[in-house]
């Protein structure tokens, strides 16, 4: 069976890229440090905080959309 055509991007990368001085950047320390109410290990809880991480990235780094963060952050789409 072939892979579907589906481009991703690491929410992970981004959060080392926006923040490097942070001591860790696990999803609950994230969280923790945004004030966020985040219930680990809940595959829609993990993904709410995901993205709201990413959207307070995007604030930090003045971008209006996915490309204009992943390209300040000189990252780009990954493919599966």
Request: proline letters at 2%.
């Amino acid at each position: 069976m072939e892979l579907p055509d589906i481009q991703f991007f690491d929410s992970l990368k981004i959060a080392k890229r926006t923040w490097p001085d942070f001591e860790t950047h696990r999803l609950t320390d994230l969280g923790n440090h945004f004030n966020i109410k985040y219930n680990a290990h809940n595959a829609l809880e993990d993904s709410r905080t995901c993205g709201q991480i990413i959207k307070l990235a995007a604030d930090e780094k003045k971008a209006a959309s996915i490309s204009q963060l992943l390209s300040k952050l000189n990252l780009q789409m990954e493919k599966l």
